[in-house]
Every structure is written in C-alpha cells, then in structure tokens.
C-alpha cells in the first residue's frame, strides 16, 4: 500500500515541550515537504528536502527543524521556540524532476495545552 | 514573492450547474499549475494539472490556462454534493521545486 504516512493524527503540545511530528513515505519520491496550514488559509511551506542530509528553510522556517537522514523519512520538530503552533500540518513528496506534483499525506493536527 | 490569488467564496452553486474556480498568479515565468481538493479536515488530493495554454478536460472537470493573462481556472460540469470542498490553486516554476498555493476557494453544491 504505497503512500504517505503521517503520524500522530492529533499532537497536543505543553508549554515549553519541543513535539515531532513523523513523515514517512513508500513511494520513491526523492523530495519531500511540510506545509502548515491555518483555519480558512492556504498551505504555507515550512521545509523542504529534495536530497537526503540537504534541506532548505521554506516561508515560515522559525521555530520548527527537520533533518532528512533516509530517503523515505522527513520528520518535523515543533521547538517551544515556536510560540503559536496550533495548527494541521501537511507532509507531501513528489518526484525531482521537471514537473513537481507533490501528494500529501492526511496531516497532524498539533493543538498547545 | 510569488502570489497566488483566489476568491475566497463561499461559492453557492446548483447541484448540476457548472462551477468555475478562478486564480490569477503574479510570477510570469510559472510554468506549472495545480488544482488541489481539500474537504474539511482532510488534506489536499490533486484532481488537475496543467502546463500550456488551452484547456485540458478529465472527466467533469476542466482546467483552463492563459498565461498572458496570468490565470487559470477550473470548471467543474454537472456539479454533484460530493463535490462541495475547498479548492487550492497551486503554481510552481519547470525545476523549481516548491510550490506557491492560494487561499483556496470554499464551494458549495445546493442539492
């Protein structure tokens, strides 16, 4: 069953407590992204990885870090530096190459305690 | 900064009539272009892509591009309930490996 799998479902964060967030994928894909995405707002990207151990910081980088040892994993870590983390938050990958159609996997929805 | 506009809705159709989603694009060098289907509390699944000008039809749905006039739109025939959702424009450069996305546009099919 290829795909992208996204765990947990529902993360809930304390005050100060660094959360992270798994993406793991089966499916080839040698880019992989996170997005997050607020009540009524588009996707805004976070990180994205196109190589293994390489990432680039996407529009709102701060507060979050991901590493990109194995192809097939891309996890992301929510830091207490980020102060308003409520919010669902989208992992895709999608093959390198001259068309980029990234797929994404059925999200975490992170809430603060 | 590229920008991708959408309106924002809610978009009220008849079940059976056709709904048209808009979305202009600032970047004149995008080159690739999505159209993504989000229902409530799911994550986006991609239903269109196109990459010339013209239209390009896959089943009910039709997207169209002009990228003189930097938009693209997405037409959906014969609308059904099943089609009420969000839907995300999506723009993207050939090798460029990120994705700009719009605000989504909320459309709602009236049995």
């Known amino acids: 069953d290829g795909g992208i799998t996204q765990s947990p479902k529902y993360l809930f964060r304390k005050e100060g407590q660094n959360v992270t967030l798994s993406c793991e994928q089966n499916l080839n894909h040698d880019a992989m992204y996170w997005y997050r995405q607020d009540p009524g707002q588009g996707l805004r990207l976070i990180y994205y990885s196109q190589i293994v151990n390489d990432f680039q910081k996407g529009d709102i980088a701060e507060g979050y870090s991901v590493s990109r040892e194995k192809k097939e994993s891309f996890p992301l870590t929510v830091t207490s530096a980020q102060k308003n983390p409520t919010a669902f938050y989208l992992c895709a990958s999608s093959n390198s190459g001259r068309v980029n159609i990234q797929y994404f996997g059925a999200g975490t929805r992170l809430s603060v305690l | 900064q590229k920008e991708v506009e959408q309106n924002s809705g809610p978009l009220s159709v008849p079940e059976g009539a056709i709904a048209s989603l808009n979305c202009t694009y600032s970047?004149?060098?995008?080159?690739?272009f999505f159209w993504y289907r989000q229902y409530s509390g799911k994550s986006p699944e991609l239903i269109m892509s196109i990459y010339s000008n013209g239209d390009k039809e896959d089943g009910r749905f039709t997207a169209q591009l002009n990228k003189a006039s930097q938009y693209v739109s997405l037409l959906i025939r014969d609308s059904q309930p099943s089609d009420s959702a969000t839907y995300l424009c999506?723009?993207?450069?050939?090798?460029?490996?990120?994705?700009?996305f719009g605000t989504g546009t909320r459309l709602t099919i009236i049995p």
């Open positions: 999506a723009v993207t450069d050939f090798g460029n490996e990120k994705l700009t």
């Open positions: 970047d004149r060098v995008s080159q690739s």
